[in-house]
Structures are given as C-alpha cells and as structure tokens.
C-alpha cells in the first residue's frame, strides 16, 4: 500500500508553516514559505504524493484552500476554538502549531468545519461589502441629526432623510447658515451615492444565475425578503448540512448552551459563537415577520403575554429559522395552510 503523508498548515499574512508527517509519524521536511500563490504552487510540486493538508479556519484561508485542490488527496479546515490541542499548549510556535494539525489529521481528529464552494464564497464577499455601505450611511445620517443638533436646528425626525423635506430645510432654515449647509448638502450627497452602489450589489445578485431561483422561493416565506434571502443563501450554502432544525437555530446563534450534571441543569445565555451575518439579518427580519404572517403575530403575542418581549422575539426568530430550512431543503415554496375552527355537530 502507498504511504499517506500528512501536511499541518499554519496560514499568517506573510508566511506559511508547514509540517509533514508519515503515517508513522516521523517528520519529513518542516520549514515556511512566503505566503503568495507563486511560492505556493511551487512548494506543492516538491511534495510526496499522495498527501493530505488541514489549516485552521482564518481570512486566508479561501485562497490557498483552492490551490490545494489538483495537488491534494482530501483538504480539511479546523475549527480554531474547537482545536484545544493548540489553545492549551504551554509553549506555541507557527512550527509547534503546524505540527499540531498535522498530529491531528494523522490521527483523523481535526474540528472540521464547513468550506462553502468557491462561486459561494465570491458572491457572499460581494454581499458582505453592501454590509458596509449601510453601516457607512447609518453613520452619515446619524451624523447629519448630530448637526442639526449641535446647531439647535428643528427639525421633524421622521422626515428628515426624505429628500424633498432636506432640501425644504436647507432652502427656508434661518438657523442653517452657509458653512452648515455645505456640510450638510456633503452628508447627503454621501447617503444618495452609497445608496446608489448598495441597491446596484443588492441586484446583481438577485439576478445571478446561481441564486435567482433559490431567493425567489425562500421569498415566498411572509417576513422574508431579498436581503435575508440572499443573506441566508450564501451564508449557510448548502442546507443539507444541518442535520435538524435545532442544528440551524443553534448555527444562527438563538439558543444557550447546557451545563448538566446529576439532577441539576443550568442554561446559560445566547451563545456568542454564531454566525454574526446571519444574526443580524434575522433578528431585523424579526421585527417586522409579526406585520406580515398572522402566525407569527400570534406567536409573538403568546410571548409578550408571559411578560418578556425579548423571549417572544427569539421565538419568532426560531420559527423563522424553521420556515427557511423546511423550504431550502424540499426545494419547495411556502405554502400558508388556512386552519378553520369547525364545531362539532
């Protein structure tokens, strides 16, 4: 039988460690390389074949987990908080760690987490940026009040980002002098072109071949719109790697962890690890789910009744969640079974 090898990569910015190891267990070479794609292609020509390679989960990790792919057996990304082996050690070193994973995959005892496909991975960058401008015009408008307020302008909250209002405002304020109002027509001028370049991702997107279809029939859930579709779609990936629906709540970050022992058990809060995209997203689209599904509204109101409106927000949210996972994976729109209360004659 041929020898297996087994490759423990630690990833940085500028470098590479690397360890190989045998079956065995006897290191062969155990050096870094520069971190860049020419370096790195021509590192993988010098090794033994077969060989198989694990890195921990990072930023750059995307890049060089693609090249690997004609030159690798099998390739396998860690789960960092998971990897105790590395967290725990008294002494750590890019060397040390390298050789950590690589025990690890000899042993077949890594964390393995998920690597969504590469025309995934590109398409979520692009919606991950739209993030930004709306984090970027959240802040302009936040600063335009921050303005009107240190001037001690009035001016009525809820219409102050409509257009023909702001431009009322400027044109007939006494208290909005030239200096102000330059600064101003700058702030709005901002909010406009980012909202411009936002709506332009948001579409290119809904129009992508790969995702058009799945977004148009997880739309068909009440409270689900583009941007929890589109978000859901790219940040998830394939669905059917949630076993359960328990699986998927628990990803999205909606559920505490469980200490047990004996006859005792404890429930702690909302787990920080989630994904923080995806809570977001789900958490806004729960505000709103109530004004749309008359399930939800009811579900909600069961909640507010016990007297905790956060309680009532996570039910609704799991609901959601429950929605999302039963149409991504039948591949089926939602449909809305209309319950009549019949009495019995």
Same mark, same amino acid.
């Given at each position: 039988?041929?020898?297996?090898?087994?490759?423990?990569?630690?990833?940085?910015q500028r470098?590479?460690?690397?360890?190989?190891?045998?079956?065995?267990?006897?290191?062969?070479?155990?050096?870094?390389?520069?971190?860049?794609?020419?370096?790195?292609?021509?590192?993988?020509?010098?090794?033994?074949?077969?060989?198989?390679?694990?890195?921990?989960?990072?930023?750059l990790?995307g890049?060089?987990?693609?090249?690997?792919?004609?030159?690798?057996?099998?390739?396998k990304v860690?789960?960092?908080?998971?990897?105790?082996?590395?967290a725990?050690?008294?002494?750590?070193?890019?060397?040390?760690?390298?050789?950590?994973?690589?025990?690890?995959?000899?042993?077949?005892?890594?964390?393995?987490?998920?690597?969504?496909?590469?025309?995934?991975?590109e398409r979520?960058?692009?919606?991950?940026?739209?993030?930004?401008?709306?984090r970027?015009?959240?802040?302009?408008?936040?600063k335009?009040?921050?303005?009107?307020?240190?001037?001690?302008?009035?001016?009525?909250?809820?219409?102050?980002?409509?257009?023909?209002?702001?431009?009322e405002?400027?044109?007939?304020?006494?208290?909005?002098?030239?200096?102000?109002?330059?600064l101003?027509?700058?702030? !709005?001028? /901002?909010?406009?072109?980012?909202? &411009?370049?936002?709506?332009? %991702? *948001?579409?290119?997107?809904? =129009?992508?071949?790969l995702?058009?279809?799945?977004?148009?029939?997880?739309?068909?859930?009440?409270a689900?719109?583009p941007?929890t579709?589109?978000?859901?779609?790219?940040?998830?990936?394939?669905?059917?790697?949630?076993?359960?629906?328990?699986k998927?709540?628990?990803?999205?970050?909606?559920?505490?962890?469980?200490?047990?022992?004996?006859?005792?058990?404890?429930?702690?809060?909302?787990?920080?690890?989630?994904?923080?995209?995806?809570?977001?997203?789900?958490?806004?689209?729960t505000?709103?789910?109530p004004?749309?599904?008359p399930?939800?509204?009811?579900?909600?109101d069961?909640?507010?009744?016990?007297?905790?409106?956060? !309680?009532? /927000?996570?039910?609704?949210?799991? &609901?959601?969640?429950?929605? %999302? *996972?039963?149409?991504?994976? =039948?591949?089926?729109?939602?449909?809305?079974?209309?319950?009549?209360?019949?009495?019995?004659?």
């Amino acid at each position: 039988m041929q020898c297996m090898y087994y490759i423990g990569l630690d990833v940085h910015q500028r470098t590479i460690s690397y360890c190989l190891k045998d079956d065995g267990g006897r290191i062969h070479p155990e050096d870094s390389i520069p971190a860049t794609r020419v370096d790195l292609d021509r590192w993988m020509k010098t090794l033994p074949q077969p060989w198989t390679a694990a890195m921990e989960a990072a930023m750059l990790t995307g890049w060089i987990y693609d090249p690997l792919k004609p030159h690798a057996a099998s390739r396998k990304v860690t789960h960092p908080l998971m990897l105790r082996a590395i967290a725990a050690a008294e002494k750590k070193s890019d060397r040390i760690d390298a050789s950590k994973i690589c025990d690890c995959l000899r042993c077949d005892f890594p964390p393995e987490c998920y690597m969504a496909p590469t025309a995934i991975r590109e398409r979520r960058r692009t919606l991950r940026y739209r993030n930004l401008f709306v984090r970027q015009m959240v802040q302009v408008k936040i600063k335009i009040s921050a303005l009107l307020t240190e001037a001690g302008v009035s001016y009525k909250k809820q219409r102050l980002h409509k257009a023909s209002y702001f431009r009322e405002l400027l044109a007939t304020n006494p208290d909005i002098d030239d200096g102000l109002c330059s600064l101003l027509r700058l702030c !709005r001028e /901002t909010v406009v072109r980012l909202g &411009k370049t936002e709506s332009a %991702l *948001v579409r290119s997107l809904e =129009r992508d071949s790969l995702l058009v279809e799945r977004v148009e029939r997880l739309m068909t859930i009440p409270a689900v719109g583009p941007i929890t579709a589109l978000t859901w779609a790219l940040e998830i990936g394939d669905v059917q790697r949630f076993s359960s629906i328990k699986k998927a709540v628990s990803y999205w970050g909606l559920c505490g962890a469980e200490k047990s022992s004996a006859n005792s058990m404890q429930r702690t809060p909302l787990s920080k690890q989630r994904n923080k995209h995806l809570q977001t997203t789900l958490i806004e689209a729960t505000k709103m789910a109530p004004r749309n599904s008359p399930e939800l509204a009811m579900l909600c109101d069961r909640g507010k009744q016990k007297g905790d409106a956060n !309680r009532a /927000t996570l039910h609704v949210a799991r &609901k959601l969640v429950a929605h %999302l *996972v039963a149409v991504d994976r =039948r591949q089926k729109e939602f449909l809305t079974v209309v319950r009549e209360n019949r009495t019995a004659a």
